[in-house]
């Protein structure tokens, strides 16, 4: 029973790029535009560490074990750490065909790369997605 | 809410079939309708996509349409788009005349949440070969969390023609959120068991706000009610708590333990993770008053009143007995002066009071019916005292505050704002909850808006805040071996029936907080157009806080956040843009960490 005072960082940084263009390639008729982004997140607790030292009240139970000491609190600095990127492009374009008759078409990849397990376990993925509409104007 | 999506649906198509049957000799009318679809696909954990709910399936319809509608003093339009069950919006606005206006919209989207599978609990105290200490369970290991929220505002505007300068508008708002998420509890008499399990959300919020405007002459006034009340039909998850363990003894010689613990699994399955219904009324009133000599009057009172309506349901071994439903009345008064002194310089005073009450009550905690063992008596009776305790509320306070702004166009080209915010802050119960009583906040702010060459635009702001007395935690900071001893403790006073609340926060010393004393704020923004077809900003941020009057150590925050946009249109046909942005945070403090044995 006891606990530990010290002096802790907690330090979180993020980087955030992106890079768009829009084209207009047949003026009125078809335009194309694509947005790439990318993210990275990192933060962390720095020289967060116990030792038996430094715990006041130090248990010793006669019979037991899994007695209490700090010595045993190691794994405090591994799970604060979190880091992930993020990155996504989109490409979409605009196709007139007539006055009353468009084609919109969209395509979408967004990556996640966990790069650090957090509290929320593994968390990478990956979004993959194309899609098409016909708009009719009356 | 399925009735009001099938509504606003069905409305919507009606509206725009009869319109399609005008439109070809009726140009007031336009119709747009969308139909495509989507093909995807997503592998691994959904954080990638957090607010899509269309990537689950390979493949979903686009359906989508407008219409509107504008005919002499009538102006209506509508639109809709729809690509899933989650995933769905639509909206409409109708106008007689000025008269009569109409706003509804509607959105349904979905939200992924992450399953916390407590695996970070290893990091408290974890031991070679002997697993860890603080041990964990996740009933539902493989469920997806996620909800789906939907929001559907309305908003109507009368101008009453007869009477000039009168209107009365009426807001309404229902959200819904449905869905599955968390909930954890701890299963033991401290935290060496958190358990997981999974928990049905449903819950409905509902509001109401008519008012009504007035204007007569220079003066306007408003008048405006709010209702709004929240309803949880979530699941109640119960958990069966772990049989009580004495850390000094073997496991199974536990029955001495068991006449100091609250409940334990001789109670059965008990609730967690209740979120109660409440309500809240408030009452507004505004006043504005376009005085001679360019000089604007603002008075303004708010009264309102939050409860939760299930604190008088009776109490458990896990909640005791509040015996009434939890309130809090807020009441609070602001004027403001505005002074257009000639057309280089304006002042500003603002002022306001306001006021928190919290509902006092007192709390009967169950007795408890196990005896210490080898004797007859219970916990309470060997101490001579119940637990009940009497609740002051932490909101209890009285704030006033005053701020004075002046503002100043020195040069055709350079603008200069010189501000003081005074805010006083009094915490009727804060000898109840250990912290600050009063808190004295000065804030000298001084800015320019800078206009140097064509097409360079600068804006530059300073702020320095001092705090007296911020808020602190009295008696915060595990004590070290030294002041321990000093304190008159030692191995040999301490043992394994020793009472949390002597050995643990009894012997805490020191304040620690985390508000600043001083607050340096920087702010620089500029825009630059370089060329007629290049077009920049950048903006910075950066601030430092410090609260050099806590024990033990300072505390330090410093936080940087900026930034570069570019436009560049290098021929009509192209555009092109790029960003950056820096976030940086970094935090220093004590930290106490405490740690039990049971």
Redesign the interface.
């Given at each position: 029973m006891g606990g530990q005072d010290d002096n802790y960082e907690y330090e979180t940084e993020a980087h955030t790029f992106y890079v768009g263009a829009n084209v207009n390639l047949i003026p009125k008729r078809w335009d194309a535009s694509g947005v790439f982004s990318f993210t990275k997140g990192t933060a962390n607790i720095h020289d967060l560490g116990f030792t038996s030292s430094s715990d006041p009240f130090p248990l010793t139970v006669a019979g037991r074990t899994d007695d209490y000491s700090f010595t045993y609190i190691n794994g405090s600095e591994e799970y604060s750490d979190l880091e992930y990127i993020m990155w996504e492009l989109e490409l979409t374009t605009n196709i007139t065909i007539t006055d009353q008759l468009g084609l919109t078409f969209t395509g979408l990849y967004s990556d996640y790369n966990d790069q650090e397990e957090y509290v929320y376990g593994e968390l990478d993925g990956k979004v993959f997605s194309v899609s098409g509409f016909m708009t009719y104007r009356f | 809410m399925k009735i009001t999506t099938t509504i606003v649906m069905s409305v919507f198509i009606v509206l725009g079939l009869a319109?399609?049957a005008f439109?070809?000799d009726a140009k007031p009318?336009?119709?747009?309708?969308?139909?495509?679809?989507?093909?995807?696909?997503?592998?691994?954990?959904?954080?990638?996509?957090e607010y899509?709910s269309?990537?689950d399936k390979n493949a979903n319809w686009?359906l989508?349409g407008k219409v509107s509608y504008t005919l002499d003093k009538v102006a209506f339009d509508a639109y809709g788009e729809y690509l899933d069950g989650d995933d769905q919006a639509y909206g409409a606005n109708l106008d007689l005349d000025r008269i009569l206006m109409f706003e509804t919209d509607y959105l349904r989207f979905f939200h992924r949440l992450?399953?916390?599978?407590l695996?970070?609990l290893?990091?408290?105290?974890?031991?070679s070969g002997?697993g860890a200490?603080v041990y964990h369970t996740d009933f539902n290991a493989s469920d997806n969390y996620g909800i789906t929220r939907s929001e559907w505002k309305n908003q109507a505007k009368l101008n009453v023609p007869m009477v000039p300068g009168l209107s009365f508008t009426f807001n309404h708002r229902f959200e819904e959120r449905k869905g599955m998420d968390q909930a954890r509890t701890m299963s033991k008499c401290s935290s060496c068991h958190v358990v997981g399990m999974s928990k049905d959300i449903s819950e409905t919020t509902n509001e109401w706000n008519p008012s009504v405007n007035y204007r007569i002459g220079p003066i306007s006034m408003n008048y405006d009610f709010m209702y709004r009340s929240f309803n949880s039909g979530s699941d109640v998850p119960e958990n069966l708590y772990m049989e009580a363990q004495n850390?000094?003894?073997?496991p199974g010689a536990n029955l001495d333990f068991i006449a100091r613990l609250q409940y334990d699994y001789d109670d059965g399955y008990l609730p967690y993770s209740r979120t109660p219904d409440s309500e809240k009324w408030s009452h507004k009133i505004k006043m504005k008053a376009d005085l001679p000599a360019n000089n604007t009057l603002n008075l303004g009172y708010v009264y309102s009143e939050a409860t939760n309506n299930n604190s008088d349901d009776g109490g458990s071994a896990l909640y005791g007995d509040a015996g009434k439903e939890l309130s809090v009345d807020y009441w609070a008064i602001n004027g403001g002066w505005r002074w257009k002194i000639n057309k280089e310089m304006a002042f500003t005073l603002k002022g306001k009071y306001q006021d928190m009450d919290a509902s006092e009550v007192g709390v009967d905690v169950r007795d408890i019916e196990a005896v210490i063992a080898g004797t007859e008596q219970t916990y309470a009776e060997f101490l001579g005292e119940d637990f009940d305790f009497r609740r002051h509320s932490a909101y209890d306070e009285d704030e006033y505050s005053l701020d004075a702004k002046f503002a100043w166009k020195i040069l055709k080209e350079l603008k200069l704002k010189l501000g003081y915010g005074l805010e006083y802050l009094d915490r009727e119960n804060a000898e109840y909850h250990h912290v600050t009583d009063d808190t004295t906040t000065h804030k000298f702010s001084i800015g320019s808006k800078w206009r140097p060459v064509m097409g360079l635009r600068v804006t530059a702001d300073y702020a320095f805040t001092y705090v007296d007395d911020p808020y602190v935690f009295h008696n915060a900071?595990?004590?070290?071996?030294e002041e321990?001893q000093a304190l008159g403790?030692d191995?040999g006073t301490?043992s394994?029936n020793?009472w949390?609340s002597k050995?643990?926060y009894g012997v805490r010393t020191m304040d620690r907080s985390n508000q600043p004393e001083t607050v340096h704020d920087i702010r620089l923004k500029t825009h630059w157009m370089a060329a007629s077809n290049i077009n920049t900003n950048v903006h910075m941020h950066y601030k430092i806080s410090e609260n050099g009057d806590v024990g033990?150590?300072d505390w330090e925050q410093n936080m940087f956040n900026g930034?570069l946009n570019v436009m560049y249109t290098p021929i009509?046909?192209?555009?092109?843009?790029?960003?950056?942005?820096?976030?940086?945070?970094?935090?220093?403090?004590?930290?106490?960490?405490?740690?039990?044995?049971g």
């Open positions: - | 319109c399609s439109a070809e009318y336009d119709i747009e309708i969308s139909v495509g679809g989507s093909m995807n696909d997503l592998d691994g954990a959904g954080r990638v996509a899509e269309t990537v686009i989508g992450d399953h916390d599978n695996d970070h290893l990091a408290s105290l974890k031991r002997q200490t850390p000094g003894k073997p900071i595990c004590p070290s071996w321990a403790f191995p301490y394994t020793s949390y050995y643990v033990g150590s930034g009509t046909k192209l555009a092109i843009n790029f960003g950056y942005n820096y976030f940086y945070d970094k935090y220093e403090a004590m930290f106490c960490s405490a740690f039990y044995n």
